[in-house]
């Protein structure tokens, strides 16, 4: 009975997402669930990349490029909606830097922050790709996400 819900739920998101194309709706967001998937701001320069089984039910997901609450943020602030929204499995986000000069010193001060409850906190596994010029990081939870030095 539960799969054929799903399923159902899984044609009803489709019907809906051809209908706004058709009509030129803009969709404000992407149905993610069991199966992962990959949502990307609309400046294509922060994604979240959600691996399968890292959710157990589908939930509509959507970025949005916000003002701000960490003074010392590089660049644009995202937040992931809807916040709070919790993983099984972390998550990728992934910053691109575009034209921000970073050099290999530099890189090693950049990580992807999240806002928590406490404040702003560095996000575990961060790495920086130079060659693809991309700061990514893990995350358990949708929130806020920036880009910071830390020391």
């Known amino acids: 009975m539960a799969s054929t819900y799903q399923a159902f739920i899984t044609k009803t998101a489709l019907f809906a997402a051809v209908v706004a194309f058709a009509s030129g709706c803009d969709t404000t967001g992407e149905t993610i669930g069991p199966r992962g998937g990959t949502l990307v701001s609309e400046d294509g320069r922060f994604s979240v990349d959600i ?3 890292a959710l157990d039910t589908e939930v509509e997901l959507s970025i949005e490029e916000v003002e701000c609450e960490l003074g010392d943020a590089l660049g644009s602030c995202y937040a992931v909606l809807p916040t709070g ?3 099984l499995y972390p998550v990728e986000v992934a910053y691109e830097l575009g034209d921000m000069d970073v050099g ?3 890189a090693q001060h950049i990580a992807v922050v999240a806002e928590a409850s406490d404040g ?3 996000l575990p596994d961060r790495g920086v ?3 693809d010029a991309v ?3 893990s995350a358990m939870y949708l929130s806020e996400y920036a880009l910071a030095e830390i020391e």
């Open 51 to 53: 691996p399968e089984g």
């Open 85 to 87: 929204t919790t993983f």
């Open 104 to 106: 290999e010193d530099t």
């Open 120 to 122: 702003w906190r560095v």
């Open 129 to 131: 790709d130079l060659e």
């Open 135 to 137: 700061v990514y990081a």
